[in-house]
């Protein structure tokens, strides 16, 4: 193997962990997107059941 071919494996090497880590940044990204949404969505749900539970609730006391 000639040091040319050696510089481009390692370059293609490099490329292509550079790949893998961009998209294992991205998943992580993405799933941390998705437990940020549920969780917002948990808080909202949360919040329409007290405010329903105090409507219902008043005047009963």
């Given at each position: 193997?000639?040091?040319?071919?050696?510089?481009?494996?390692?370059?293609?090497?490099?490329?292509?962990?550079?790949?893998?880590?961009?998209?294992?940044?991205?998943?992580?990204?993405?799933?941390?997107?998705?437990?940020?949404?549920?969780?917002?969505?948990?808080?909202?749900?949360?919040?329409?059941?007290?405010?329903q539970?105090?409507?219902?609730?008043?005047?009963?006391?």
């Amino acid at each position: 193997m000639t040091n040319q071919q050696n510089r481009k494996s390692v370059a293609e090497d490099i490329k292509k962990t550079a790949g893998s880590a961009f998209e294992t940044a991205h998943n992580a990204l993405e799933t941390t997107e998705n437990i940020a949404m549920k969780t917002v969505d948990a808080t909202k749900n949360a919040a329409q059941k007290v405010t329903q539970n105090m409507r219902n609730n008043q005047g009963k006391y």
